[in-house]
């Protein structure tokens, strides 16, 4: 991981613009204007740049590393493939030499087992060649690219921000509309940063040998926990993750010894250096401004027992694109831009702090140390209210809920966000615009008590089939948003819902 430094900054709104002196031993050259400006060309800087630059804006990617070059995140999720086709760049993790994960090696409570992928085509991937990639794809896209060059410095203006990045000798002014921050755990700018997960650090190191693990392998111990990770040129990465105030670096190799990470190895040799990485769950308050955004880990960290970081590095970047594109193209939708984003990063990280408590609690039932403690889920579920089966209402006059309300939520709509109705039920998570792809707001705004489920699906199939307007009564049904009609029920009009804005 990338710890170098980097000059942090503050906004302030309505300042006027700071002459910048040069560094007395650098040459300034001409500034750069840009729409956007990227710092950081890692998978988030480099999706949001040319995601960017897609939707017509001008886009400039600052990189302070020569690549390809050495990163955690070796091994990917399968839902990176997917994000991958839908950027068009299907053949990327190919042609990065990627490896396809079929089995993990678990030994989670005592007994090594061989779990299959159930959503095959995980990858192990060679972060210095995909990401690489990755950003040859930004260029291609129009993206201009500043590599290696370091951010130093920023000053807010009145409708964005004067940058300073230094590119060997010479000190490059910047003027940008927008700051995107995607330095990962560098910071290139500040933040307040709420933890989500107990403070963990990672130890790691790359080995040679013989007989190296052809499996990603995942081990708990008494007080850490182990990930051994080959990588596609051969080598072997393996991770130690402790608390801090426990280990320091100098117990590495003790600690991998105790776990079965290179069990069986033979003549094996580190080959590169005992490194430290902060491995800690947070999310940053202040993810994103009118004129600022941060995406991937310098906006969300997920614990890394997921692996499922880059996946989400690439979706906020995505979205963050659409965000940024909102905010610079149709400021009056700006309100609704930056709650999406808020919004789908706290539900993102709140998902995943309750997966890998709940993993991390199955550890804690055979170990009963700190270390566990600190990580096991203390939240209990609430008794879930059973929920109506589908079958056995196909001549029920149905109602809708009168728990249902229509609330505005903003969403994605091509390349902007904007305010759509949704569905909020006390069933729900959240509120819910669109099911299998459909808008259903208008089609259950006409819906009228004692309808029967062919009925209501007769009454929209001018948008959708018949087959499908049946299936999506019985997702209403399944989930409680349409009842049994009986005496008053029957007759609830829509428009006694209440409508409000979130």
Not at 379 to 390: F, G, M, Q, R, V
């Given at each position: 991981?990338?710890?170098?430094?980097?000059?942090?900054?503050?906004?302030?709104?309505?300042?006027p613009?700071?002459?910048?002196?040069?560094?007395?031993?650098?040459?300034?050259?001409?500034?750069?204007?840009?729409?956007?400006?990227?710092?950081g060309?890692?998978?988030?800087?480099?999706?949001?740049?040319?995601?960017?630059a897609?939707?017509?804006?001008?886009?400039?990617?600052?990189?302070?590393?020569?690549?390809?070059?050495?990163?955690?995140?070796?091994?990917?999720?399968?839902?990176?493939?997917?994000?991958?086709?839908?950027?068009?760049?299907?053949?990327?993790?190919?042609?990065?030499?990627?490896?396809?994960?079929?089995?993990?090696?678990?030994?989670?409570?005592?007994?090594?087992?061989?779990?299959t992928?159930?959503?095959?085509?995980?990858?192990?991937?060679?972060?210095?060649?995909?990401?690489?990639l990755?950003?040859?794809?930004?260029?291609?896209?129009?993206?201009?690219?500043l590599?290696?060059?370091?951010?130093?410095?920023?000053?807010?203006l009145?409708e964005?921000?004067?940058?300073?990045?230094?590119?060997?000798?010479?000190?490059?002014?910047?003027?940008?509309?927008?700051?995107?921050?995607?330095s990962g755990?560098?910071?290139?700018?500040?933040?307040?940063?709420?933890?989500?997960?107990?403070?963990?650090?990672?130890?790691?190191?790359?080995?040679?040998?013989?007989d190296?693990?052809?499996?990603?392998?995942?081990e708990?111990?008494?007080?850490?926990?182990?990930w051994?990770?080959?990588?596609?040129?051969?080598t072997?990465?393996?991770?130690?993750?402790?608390?801090?105030?426990t280990?320091?670096?100098d117990?590495?190799?003790?600690?991998?010894?105790?776990s079965?990470?290179?069990?069986?190895?033979?003549?094996?040799?580190?080959?590169?250096?005992?490194?430290?990485?902060?491995?800690?769950?947070?999310?940053?308050?202040?993810?994103?401004?009118r004129?600022?955004i941060?995406?991937?880990d310098?906006?969300?960290?997920?614990?890394?027992?997921s692996?499922?970081?880059?996946?989400?590095?690439?979706?906020?970047a995505?979205?963050?694109?659409?965000?940024?594109?909102t905010?610079l193209?149709?400021?009056?939708?700006?309100?609704?831009?930056?709650e999406?984003?808020?919004?789908?990063?706290?539900?993102?990280?709140?998902?995943?702090?309750?997966?890998?408590?709940e993993?991390?609690?199955?550890?804690?039932?055979?170990?009963?140390?700190?270390?566990?403690?600190?990580r096991?889920?203390?939240?209990?579920?609430?008794?879930?209210?059973?929920?109506?089966?589908?079958?056995?209402?196909a001549d029920?006059?149905?109602?809708?809920?009168?728990?249902?309300t229509f609330?505005d939520?903003?969403?994605?709509?091509?390349?902007?966000?904007?305010?759509?109705s949704?569905?909020?039920?006390?069933?729900?998570?959240?509120?819910?615009?669109?099911?299998?792809?459909?808008?259903?707001?208008?089609?259950?705004?006409r819906?009228?008590?004692?309808?029967?489920?062919?009925?209501?699906?007769?009454?929209?199939?001018?948008?959708v089939?018949?087959?499908?307007?049946?299936?999506?009564?019985?997702?209403?049904?399944?989930?409680?948003?349409?009842?049994?009609?009986?005496?008053?029920?029957?007759?609830?009009?829509?428009?006694?819902m209440?409508?409000?804005?979130?």
């Open positions: 991981m990338d710890f170098g430094t980097l000059f942090p900054c503050t906004e302030a709104p309505d300042v613009e700071v002459p910048c002196e040069p560094y007395a031993f650098e040459a300034v050259v001409k500034a750069i204007q840009t729409d956007a400006c990227v710092i060309g890692g998978p988030a800087g480099s999706v949001l740049a040319a995601q960017l897609a939707l017509g804006n001008r886009a400039l990617l600052v990189e302070r590393a020569e690549f390809p070059r050495r990163h955690l995140g070796e091994s990917l999720t399968p839902g990176v493939r997917s994000l991958l086709q839908a950027l068009g760049a299907g053949d990327l993790a190919n042609e990065a030499g990627a490896s396809t994960v079929d089995s993990v090696l678990v030994n989670w409570d005592g007994e090594l087992r061989e779990r992928d159930p959503e095959a085509g995980g990858m192990l991937v060679d972060r210095g060649r995909f990401d690489a990755l950003l040859k794809r930004a260029r291609e896209s129009g993206v201009e690219v590599q290696p060059a370091v951010f130093r410095d920023c000053f807010p009145a964005g921000w004067r940058l300073m990045v230094q590119r060997g000798g010479e000190t490059i002014p910047i003027i940008a509309r927008f700051l995107a921050d995607a755990r560098a910071f290139a700018t500040r933040g307040r940063k709420r933890r989500t997960g107990a403070r963990t650090t990672a130890f790691y190191a790359y080995w040679q040998g013989s190296l693990p052809r499996q990603p392998r995942i708990a111990g008494s007080d850490a926990w182990y051994g990770v080959p990588i596609p040129d051969g072997c990465n393996t991770l130690v993750f402790v608390d801090a105030r280990y320091t670096p117990r590495f190799q003790e600690l991998v010894a105790r079965g990470l290179l069990k069986g190895c033979r003549d094996i040799h580190l080959v590169s250096p005992i490194k430290a990485a902060d491995a800690t769950a947070y999310l940053d308050e202040e993810s994103i401004t004129h600022s941060k995406v991937g310098a906006a969300l960290t997920i614990d890394p027992l692996s499922s970081g880059v996946q989400k590095a690439i979706q906020t995505l979205s963050g694109a659409v965000v940024v594109n905010l193209r149709k400021p009056e939708s700006s309100e609704a831009a930056i999406f984003y808020r919004s789908s990063l706290a539900d993102a990280s709140e998902r995943h702090s309750q997966w890998a408590g993993y991390f609690s199955a550890a804690a039932a055979t170990r009963k140390t700190e270390f566990w403690r600190r096991a889920s203390t939240s209990l579920t609430a008794e879930a209210k059973p929920l109506l089966s589908p079958s056995g209402f029920q006059p149905l109602a809708l809920s009168p728990d249902l609330v939520l903003p969403c994605i709509e091509g390349g902007f966000v904007t305010l759509k949704a569905l909020q039920h006390p069933s729900l998570d959240r509120p819910v615009t669109f099911v299998g792809g459909y808008e259903m707001p208008p089609l259950v705004q819906v009228r008590g004692g309808m029967k489920p062919i009925e209501i699906a007769l009454l929209w199939s001018d948008r089939s018949i087959k499908t307007g049946l299936s999506l009564a019985g997702w209403l049904l399944g989930k409680g948003l349409l009842i049994p009609a009986t005496g008053k029920s029957a007759q609830i009009p829509i428009r006694q209440t409508t409000f804005r979130v």
